[in-house]
């Protein structure tokens, strides 16, 4: 128990004992009271006391809580110490499975040998037992010396044979000794070949690890010989390219690609006229273009049933349709190209032009690669060469340089829907009128080009108004 502890409850007892005390029992004379002290120094001793307990309590708590540490970092060495000893006793247990297989092994091995001994050690005993006949035979031999000489002799022939017999037993004995010494060497050159075969598949998979790296060189260099044909290839297909972009293509060649690639554009609608609604409808032969998007045929707005005027006079149900040899392609609705608003676009399925075996005709990605060009007239009647200059004032146009050239069928001037295809084989653009060419970047429709379906003609009409006011706002040499 605490010291404190032990102080406070003495106290404590001391306390009770005076306070129980019959003072007015005794036999002496009363003394007289000692001064009682004042209430003030009996709550001063009352909080000493309280202090005094707290301060043992706080040093108890301290030391035990101390203790506490001290017990868990012993635990904490103990249960290392354990581990360890864990360990060291899975190891003696592995050691000593490995010791016992050994002694088993020797065991059977002592066994055998003490079996081999067991068997010389009984036919040694044999060979003691008849010597000890034999010898007995002797003495009686000799206490009867008067026998015949024949029996003397046939002892004497027993007992060399008896002689024989043990240096036989001898014999064997060292053999076996021999036997087990070989076995050893056996053993020992089991071992060192073990040894041998343990540094031979060190070494192997040494030349294996070689190997594989070796592989891997290989591999690499593959790839890397690979990546080169495989640039090589890229390259001579973008030399291949550039030749054919920079050689160019007469017109002869060109006109024929034209025959073969045609297709007819009808565009139909219902019109006013003097009698009421009245069917209209045109038709035109034109290539099929793509900017890498979409494909299209590409028609001036002369070639269709309805025209840029004031007032603007649209057409109801307005219909495109792109045929070829009697096939219908599948169209949309067609529209008014942003490069320029008299062009007019109608979109068609490229999968089922590729099925038909069309080519379709890229935009020129350098239209002013050569400064000459292939003009093809409305329809592909008539075709042929024709210069082309720039003009500053309208970077979106080219100017044809002659108005009358010679053509393989006459002579013919540029109209309004001519073709211009440049010498690459790429098409250039489409005469907007009789000197300049809307050299074409792109196939979007225009702002409100699109007649979707179901458009009025009067809603169509005011269309075509404000269009024509536009064309109107163009350059005079562009309208």
Not at 251 to 273: E, M, R
Request: charged content about 25%; some cysteine; proline content about 5%.
């Amino acid at each position: 128990m605490n010291r404190t502890l032990l102080l406070i409850l003495c106290d404590f007892l001391l306390l009770n004992l005076l306070a129980l005390t019959r003072w007015d029992r005794s036999e002496p004379a009363p003394q007289p009271a000692p001064p009682s002290l004042p209430r003030a120094a009996e709550s001063s001793a009352r909080e000493d006391l309280v202090a005094s307990l707290r301060e043992a309590l706080v040093q108890e708590q301290a030391q035990r809580e101390a203790l506490t540490r001290k017990l868990g970092s012993e635990l904490g060495a103990r249960e290392a110490t354990v581990a360890q000893l864990e360990e060291k006793r899975r190891q003696l247990e592995s050691t000593l499975g490995q010791t016992r297989q050994t002694a088993a092994q020797l065991d059977e091995q002592l066994a055998a040998q003490t079996r081999q001994a067991a068997q010389v050690r009984a036919q040694l005993d044999q060979t003691q037992a008849r010597l000890a006949e034999a010898t007995k035979t002797r003495e009686t031999l000799s206490e009867t010396v008067q026998t015949t000489e024949a029996e003397r002799r046939k002892l004497a022939e027993e007992l060399e044979r008896q002689r024989k017999q043990a240096d036989v037993l001898a014999g064997a004995r060292t053999e076996a000794e021999q036997k087990v010494s070989s076995l050893n060497a056996a053993v020992l050159a089991a071992e060192t070949e073990k040894r041998m075969l343990r540094e031979n598949l060190a070494e192997l998979r040494g030349q294996v690890a070689r190997t594989q790296e070796e592989k891997a060189r290989l591999q690499e260099q593959t790839s890397a010989l690979a990546r080169g044909v495989t640039q090589l290839a890229k390259t001579s297909e973008e030399f291949h390219q550039e030749v054919r972009e920079n050689t160019p293509i007469n017109a002869n060649q060109l006109y024929a690609g034209f025959l073969t690639n045609q297709v007819a554009v009808t565009v139909s609608g219902i019109g006013t006229g003097f009698f009421g609604a009245t069917p209209r409808e045109k038709e035109a032969s034109t290539l099929l273009v793509t900017d890498g998007t979409s494909t299209v045929a590409l028609i001036h707005v002369n070639e269709t049933p309805f025209s840029f005027t004031i007032p603007g006079f649209g057409l109801g149900d307005l219909e495109a349709r792109v045929r070829r040899d009697g096939t219908t392609l599948a169209s949309g609705r067609p529209y008014l190209a942003s490069g320029d608003l008299r062009i007019v676009a109608v979109p068609v399925d490229t999968a089922q032009v590729q099925s038909l075996g069309l080519r379709v005709y890229p935009l020129a990605k350098n239209p002013y690669k050569f400064p000459e060009a292939v003009l093809l007239s409305r329809g592909g009647r008539k075709y042929g060469e024709v210069e082309f200059k720039l003009d500053p004032r309208t970077p979106e146009f080219v100017k044809m340089k002659n108005r009358l050239f010679s053509g393989v069928f006459g002579e013919f001037s540029p109209s309004s829907g001519d073709l211009v295809l440049s010498k690459t084989g790429e098409l250039l653009g489409v005469m907007v009128n009789s000197d300049y060419c809307a050299v074409l970047r792109n196939l979007q429709p225009a702002p409100g080009g699109v007649f979707e379906a179901g458009l009025s003609r009067e809603a169509m009409g005011k269309r075509l108004e404000a269009f024509r006011t536009q064309i109107n706002n163009l350059p005079l040499p562009l309208q």
